[in-house]
């Protein structure tokens, strides 16, 4: 279908009460088999005749249409789905409203078919049995009758509409605003109030009929000079129309040849402003009787957008305009706020609509031409040019880093465009650096891997942060390498800690998302080292800044970060804050004992370096266990370095531990016996005393000597336990009905199998090996018995044990483990 009459564009209000463009197509009508009745059908133009559907809707014989404009018709399918059809022409719009009034039984002239919203049967028949509603003559007299009928009207749909379409049919908007003027000119305070409420009540009925006479070139100014005169006000009256007519000045910064769209801009801008500042605020009841208003004013911004685009003489002028050296600097400021304007227009559009836009401000030229703004010195035309830039990021961030790439190629690094954005955000005069935060979010959208695209043939995050990383990234950590030369902040105002800070929280995000580049220059520039100065900030939250800094490079747990820290002894700084904090309790003292915790549990490198360099400085804190916890984890860590017998023990015990299936390992089973000796120390393994002595053939003392002396300083520790062990320990081998958990060593030479309960001298760390006199023993068998039942919750019920009563469990069972000679 080619006839432009019926091509339409189909809309629906969504939940923000915005209208979302569903598509354009050609609308139709005829009876659909399925629904029973006539219909309205949108085809999609893009697919021809035969195009997929955009809409098939019934023309319910009870629903309400509304013609708005000579180019909308406007519906409710149910109760919160609004349906609108917005026509190229006003030929189409007047047939296709025509078949719907004839399937209604209504007659065309009327702009709505049917009642918005039901009543009570009793009000309906009482309002049916007048057949209108009689106004008062126009004139000075009745005025106050006039309000009173209209603010009676408004709480009643039925009323409200017969209200009218008695003030369109009688031409009542222009009597009112002749009466309006007399007022003026008589100074007549209580007829412009009276007409104040009535102008108000008008706007409430929300008819767009109404709102085409009162939004007309003769009618506008005096609707607003009736608003003025707001009786709340106690006679001083807003001077709105001052404002519209003296101060704020329509310029044509390119010239406009079209006067229906010069027409059209200067309604919207009145409108929008008889939205905003003159009408009061609506409460929630009145805010829904003014939705006409809002379409009005999306649909003017929609067709000034659309004029706009098509009339490639104008934007040809204005880009070439606002990239010529010749353009004084007044007439770029006007074109500068001319774009952002039209930008923000745009945020009306729906998306398909949108993207169309910035192609073609992208193909004008619009990312050069922000380059060239962006190197004035007007703050004010600065200002306007991040706005536009806000906008071209957050629609195609792709766009403008493919742009970026392509002009290094040209240029040098101090004039590259993502440069002049970081020089801006750096040098922000603003005390609460408010541009400064919000070219911060642009460049991390800019870097942020995750919107960044992948082809077959380019990987757009390798391209763009190498070539971030060479051109940009010195001008963005200019400002920290300047102010850490020496131990302490060279400035420490709060201006510069604030734009620091910023710096701080775009690298700790590069440190997050960047790996691999973020970490070369990290630690080729030594920039982490740099940060730390910065715990010395009488700054709290810089201080905290550069904690959470390193934080994040420790999380990473990557080894080459590792190995920097500790070569250039990079906790020293966080030493130092943390003992010049004291014992305050604050975020400070909590964010370094987190990292110090980290540490212990995670990273068992760090832990070495940070006993062996600052346990001496660390040793006396004990309000939290989390520094002797290290040197505990450090002294375990030595212990199996120095017995590394000790670790094939545990790896035996790993090998043939008992288990109730044939499972593989769960996570909570690998955990276990991960676990330091500290752990294994607090599972119920309880050597029962013995007088007997293990039997040894001398041939094998030595060797048997090694094996053991893992074991006996395990035995030592449990015999040095504090009484409260040796409590929970007597608790649980005395329960009834339990086999308390032993730890045998029998050898197959021996002729008796002995228990211990502590390391006898003979397996002492430099004692002498004892052992029967005999044929040295051909194999020896070691038979363990300890408390590793297969529970789910062993790790949990483990470190209970280590500071109470430990918890009743099933018996364990004993396994047996064999050990060649």
Known sequence: MTDTRRRVKVYTLNEDRQWDDRGTGHVSSGYVERLKGM??????????????????????????????????????????????????????????????????????????????????????????????????????????????????SLPSPLRREKLALAVENEGYIRKLLELFRQCEDLENADGLHHLYEIVKGIFLLNRTALFEVMFSEECIMDVIGCLEHDPALDGLPRRHRDFLTKTARFKEVIPIGDPELRAKIHQTYRVQYIQDMVLPTPSVFEENMLSTLHSFIFFNKVEIVGMLQDDEKFLTDLFAQLTDEATDDDKRHELVNFLKEFCAFSQTLQPQNRDTFFKTLSNMGILPALEVILGMDDVQVR???????????????????????????????????INLIIEHMICDSDPEL????????????????????????????????????????????????????DDKPSRDDFQTSQLLALILELLTFCVEHHTYHIKNYIINKDILRRVLVL???????????????????????????????????????????????????????????????????????????????????????????????????????????????????RSILRNHRFRRDARTLDDDEEMWFN??????????????????????????????????????????????????????????????????????????????????????ASLRPGSPGSGAKGSPPTAATVTTKVGLVDYPDDDEEDEEEVGGESKEETPPLSKKSKLSS
């Open 39 to 152: 219909s309205l059908l949108v085809r999609a133009e893009s697919d021809g005749e035969s195009g997929s559907l955009l809409l098939e809707s019934k023309i319910n014989p009870n629903t309400a249409y509304q013609k708005q404009q000579d180019t909308l018709i406007v519906w409710s399918e149910a109760e919160n789905y609004d349906l609108a059809l917005s026509f190229q022409e006003k030929a189409g719009c007047d047939e296709i409203w025509e078949k719907i009034c004839q399937v209604q039984g209504k007659d065309p002239s009327v702009d709505i078919t049917q009642e918005l919203v039901d009543e009570s049967e009793e009000e309906r028949f009482d309002d049916m049995s007048s057949p209108g509603l009689e106004l008062p003559p126009c004139e000075l007299g009745h005025l106050e009758e006039l309000a009173e009928l209209v603010a009676s």
């Open 383 to 417: 200002g306007a040019a991040t706005d536009i830039f806000s906008y071209l990021v957050e629609y195609n961030p792709s766009m403008v880093r493919e742009f970026i790439m392509q002009e290094s190629q040209q240029n040098d690094d101090d004039i590259l465009l």
């Open 434 to 485: 408010g541009g400064a935060v919000q070219l911060m979010g642009l460049l991390r959208t800019l870097v942020d891997p995750e919107n960044m695209m992948a082809t077959a043939n380019k990987t757009e995050k390798t391209e763009f942060l190498s070539f971030f990383y060479k051109h940009c990234m010195h001008v963005l950590s200019a400002p920290l390498l300047a102010n850490t030369t």
């Open 535 to 649: 715990t010395a900030s009488q700054h709290a939250f810089l201080a905290l800044c550069a904690l959470r800094f390193m934080r994040r490079i420790i999380g990473l747990k990557d080894e080459f970060y590792n190995r920097y820290i500790m070569k250039n002894f990079l906790f020293e700084p966080v030493v130092k804050a943390f003992l010049n904090n004291g014992a305050r309790y604050n975020l400070m003292n909590s964010a370094i004992i987190e990292m110090f915790e980290y540490v212990r549990v995670d990273v068992k490198s760090l832990t070495a370096h940070i006993v062996e360099n600052y346990w001496k400085s660390l040793e006396d804190v004990d309000y939290v266990q989390t520094f002797k916890g290290l040197k505990l984890r450090y002294e375990q860590q030595r212990e199996r370095q120095d017995n590394p017998k000790l670790d094939s023990m």
């Open 675 to 760: 676990a330091d000796e500290e752990e294994l120390e607090d599972c119920e393994a309880v050597v029962p005393p013995s007088d007997n002595k293990i039997t040894k053939a001398s041939g094998g003392a030595g060797e048997n000597e090694d094996l053991m002396d893992p074991i006996s300083k395990f035995m030592e520790r449990k015999k040095l336990k504090d009484s409260d062990d040796k409590e929970v320990l007597g608790k649980s081998s005395s329960l009834s009905g339990r086999q308390s958990p032993s730890f045998k060593l029998s050898f197959s030479g021996s002729t008796t199998k002995t228990s211990l309960s502590s390391p006898p």
